[in-house]
């Protein structure tokens, strides 16, 4: 392991203003998204799709630090046959690749999952490195109910995220690591805050155990927010405090960033939420997004899948990705939406 090209990627994924676009969607969940605007999931639309919001220029040069793909996408060509990879890269942005193989029920514990993939990762890895792929993504999935997550779900979640960790500093690709805690369910905002707060300490002690190299990882965590079915909603400046607060406390500071996931927040929610804690400010890691939902819900409702709407899809890439890069820097307000 080369710890200074692993810090160097890293500082790059957080360079100031950018962060990551999230657009691993697996097969499955990428036709979800595209039944919703009654488009056809095929390999060609769906590298249509891509190759659009890949050749937006003007969000990839200033605000898209990376992307994350999946297995398909890093190995797919353009419709001209330039490899996408090859597109985001003239751009200015990195490739990553989405390689855990989902959650699964955790056996024993009904209710709670488990990531898997770690067999063959080894390999899989330095095939990605030689695809172009500098970092990766795993996320780990953590249900919140009265007695869940419980120690044997944190256990076995957070040592898989190690192991995948070590494994991409060995073949010199910055991991980012993914404890998503869900927002689902009736939860209030001080119980996700405890949850985050079990499953980034044992993250922690999970990627000491392991020898990870702390500043060549990523965090991409959720917000600590109010679960969705909850009467009493944490407002803004709430949601910012309580997450700073956890982060303080929880991730340690040799961390070079923090890329927010935005789980089902609403586009500009996701958006003010960044901002804000961007301007109480004061922080030891960067703090920006690696959005997919929050990124993509307006390019994919503007493009529906029609060829004629290119241009505007890209435009509506652009203004998100914009008001995000905004947000990293704590200078977006509410007015620059239009
Ligand atoms: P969302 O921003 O839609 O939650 O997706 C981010 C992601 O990559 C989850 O793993």
Not at 80 to 90: F, K, Q, R, S
Not at 279 to 298: E, T
């Amino acid at each position: 392991m080369r710890k200074q090209v692993l810090e160097e990627i890293a500082q790059a994924m957080v360079a100031d203003g950018q962060g990551i676009l999230a657009a691993d969607e697996s097969t499955g969940t990428i036709k979800k998204r595209f039944d919703s605007i009654n488009a056809t999931s095929t390999e060609d639309s769906r590298r249509d799709y891509r190759e659009m919001l890949f050749r937006t220029t003007e969000a990839m040069q200033n605000n898209i630090s990376g992307v994350i793909l999946y297995d398909e996408t890093i190995r797919q060509k353009a419709a001209d046959g330039t490899p996408l990879t090859e597109i985001m890269v003239a751009a200015g942005a990195l490739p990553g690749i989405k390689v855990d193989a989902g959650a699964k029920d955790l056996a024993g514990h009904p209710g709670e999952m488990v990531t898997e993939g770690l067999d063959g990762l080894r390999e899989r890895l330095s095939e990605y490195h030689q695809l172009g792929a500098k970092f990766a993504k795993w996320r780990a999935v953590l249900n919140i109910t009265d007695n869940a997550p419980s120690a044997a779900c944190l256990n076995a979640n957070t040592h898989a995220l190690a192991r995948y960790a070590a494994l991409c500093q060995e073949a010199e690709i910055v991991p980012i690591v993914e404890p998503e805690v869900i927002m689902d369910g009736s939860h209030s905002v001080e119980r996700c805050y405890e949850v985050t707060s079990a499953a980034l300490t044992a993250l922690y002690e999970q990627l000491a155990m392991q020898n990870v190299h702390l500043e060549g990882t990523i965090l991409k965590p959720n917000m600590i927010v109010s679960g969705t079915q909850n009467a009493v909603q944490a407002d803004v400046q709430q949601v910012a405090e309580m997450t700073l607060d956890c982060f303080h406390k929880c991730v340690p500071q040799a961390v070079p960033g923090i890329v927010f996931l935005s789980g089902g927040q609403s586009d500009e929610l996701a958006t003010a939420h960044l901002d804000a804690m961007n301007k109480i400010g004061n922080l030891p890691w960067k703090l920006s997004f690696s959005y997919g939902r929050a990124l993509q819900a307006a390019p994919l409702k503007a493009w529906g899948g029609k060829a004629e709407n290119v241009a505007e899809a890209q435009a509506a890439f652009a203004h998100r990705a914009k008001m995000n890069g905004l947000a990293a820097l704590g200078q977006w307000d509410a007015s620059l939406e239009g």
